[in-house]
Each structure stands twice: as structure tokens, then as C-alpha cells.
């Protein structure tokens, strides 16, 4: 072989590499590159080996001629892998674009019965104020719900409490107040109690009646109380649960277990008036009964309505609602 045949070899091989690395484009083609033009057999090996047939004083240019092709095509070789590389990774990116315009995954997420939430909230109103939650049975006995509240057997006030009876002298209860009765005999003043719970009326169901609903009372028996207390707790309540801006108007009433009476209206400038609760001063009759000296302690009391509340603070028209478990209505809370 001489120099000349050699060059023209060089030549061949650099076209041969042009070629065949352009059409790689994975490791896989990049490795049998590598193999065929710089492994032990390769194109280069192969010119190498022929050195020998040149005549030495031509050698060492042929050689220096082939180390440079062999640094040529092994940097092409590194040059070729890095665009590899970046091709893989651009085509990867390509297929792992998220389209945010799709529809996600819907994944249905429970949520509180909006009484329970209007319930709950009004607990930690009174929480933070100092109260406990007290609880008493739904199935009552007479003594408990009417008797001992000052509502005697023939009182005209029990027409304005419909009861669903069980048994002689035993119905389901129509108000939580019963449960100031087992509070009071069950512990001595001082006694700061909220009682949320279940109430039944014999009413038939339409937009404001419902024969089952919920009531939260509250009781609050202690030396020295006053109406200017119950007054101050009222607003305590009424901003925290419905917010500021209300205006709050106390209105006389009457109730057998309070004197005085007192019926509770809100409204939001310029809007209308709407009672949300029945209150009063713990009428004497009934400390005596539960075995407190109406001349030792006052106290105070009010019961409101739970599906009240919630009507008024989202605007709902028909307390039935409440009941129907209508998906479409509950979701809105
Ligand atoms: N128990 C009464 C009712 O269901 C509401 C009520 C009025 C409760 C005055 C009270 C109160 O504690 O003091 O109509």
C-alpha cells in the first residue's frame, strides 16, 4: 500500500462515517457505530494493521494521518451521542405533555349536612364562651317536657306543642327544654349548658313545619344574673353567627317556664324582621322545682331552631329540603 492509497482510504472511511451516523438515532445504532469504526475490528483497526505494508519512511506520516481520523471520528462519535440524547429526551417531553383542557378524574368528596354544620358552628360559638353541651332523651317522659316546665296538664300552651305519644305519660320529646330539667337536678349552680338535639311535632310537613326538626337550648343559671346578661349573650351570638351589620330587637312574649318572655327578631338594614329564637329569664316556679332557691340564683334561657338558622343564612325557602337528601341541594353546602 502506499501513502496516497492510504488517504484515499481515510477519505473513504470519513464518507462511510458520514453516512452511517446520520441515519443512528439510538444507543443501540450508536454502539454498533462505535463498534464498527473504532472497535478491535473496526474500519480504523483495519487500516492500522495494513501500517505494516507501507514503507517505513511513510509510516509516520500515515500514522499521524490515522490518529487524527481516529480523534475525528471519536469526537464525532461523543457529539453524535449528546444529540441522541437530547432527541430521546425532546420526543419523551413531547409525549408527556399534559392537555390542562381535559376533563379531570372526578372524584366525588363527602361533605356535613348543612345542619350539622349550622349545628357545630353554633356549639363553638358557645364553647368559647363557656358553655358545655349537655344532652337529654328524645322518648320523654310528661313530667320532663310539660310538668316540670310549668305546662300543667291543662295548660292551653300545650296546643302549641302537638305531641307524638307512646305510651300514657310517655311521648317523643317537642323541645329540647327538657333537658334544662335533667341538668338542673343532675348538678348546682352554676350551670352554663348548650343542649343541641332532635324534636317532634305532630305538624303536617309543608314549607316551614316538618314533624321532626332540631332545636338548640341554652341555660345559663348562676347567683346575680340578669336580662342585661341574657341580652349581651344574644349579641355575642347573633354577630358571631351571622356576622356584623345585624340589628337585634327583643320583643315581649310568653313562655310557661320564663318570666319574662321574650321572642328575639334579627334583620340586616334595610331588610325585614325575623324571630330567630324564644328566651327568658328561668321563671321562679321552676327553680323550685329543680330544687334551686329562686332567691339564691337567676338564670336565663333560650331555645332556637336549627333549620331556622340554616334557612336564613343561606336563603332557603322550604325547611323540607333538609330532609330529602336530594343530592343537587346537599352538594350546594
Ligand atoms: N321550648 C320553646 C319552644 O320550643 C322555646 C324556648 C322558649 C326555649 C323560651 C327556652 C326559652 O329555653 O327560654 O317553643
Known sequence: ????????????????????????????????????????????????????????????????????????????????????????LQARLAGERYDLTLPGTWRPLGRLHPLTQVRREIEEIFLRLGFDVASGPEVETDYYNFEALAIGADHPARDEWDSFYIAEGLLLRTHTSPVQIRVMKSQPPPVRII????????????????????????????????????KWILREFVTAFFGPGYEMRISADFFPFTEPSAQVHIRKP????????????????????????????????????????????????????????????????
Open 195 to 230: 343542649c343541641p338535639g332532635r324534636c317532634y311535632r305532630r305538624d303536617n310537613p309543608d314549607a316551614t313545619h316538618s314533624p321532626v326538626f332540631h332545636q338548640i337550648e341554652l341555660l345559663w343559671v348562676e347567683k346575680g344574673l340578669t336580662f342585661a346578661h341574657l
Open 1 to 88: 500500500m502506499t501513502l496516497e492509497e492510504l488517504r484515499a482510504r481515510c477519505e473513504e472511511v470519513r464518507r462511510e462515517w458520514a453516512q452511517a451516523s446520520a441515519s443512528a438515532h439510538d444507543p443501540e445504532a450508536l454502539e454498533a457505530l462505535r463498534v464498527r469504526f473504532l472497535g478491535r475490528k473496526g474500519a480504523l483497526a483495519t487500516a492500522f494493521d495494513s501500517l505494516r505494508t507501507l514503507p517505513a519512511e511513510a509510516r509516520a506520516a500515515a500514522g499521524k494521518l490515522l490518529n487524527a481520523l481516529k480523534d475525528e471520528i471519536a469526537a464525532a462519535l461523543e457529539a453524535r451521542r449528546a444529540e441522541v440524547e437530547r432527541e430521546a
Open 270 to 333: 334595610p331588610g325585614a324582621w325575623l324571630e330567630i329564637m324564644g328566651a327568658g329569664m328561668v321563671d321562679p316556679a321552676v327553680l323550685t322545682e329543680v330544687g334551686c332557691d329562686p332567691e339564691e340564683v337567676t338564670g336565663f334561657a333560650f331555645g332556637l331552631g336549627v333549620e331556622r338558622m340554616a334557612m336564613l343564612r343561606w336563603g332557603i325557602e322550604d325547611i323540607r329540603l333538609f330532609y330529602q337528601n336530594d343530592i343537587r341541594f346537599l352538594s350546594q353546602f
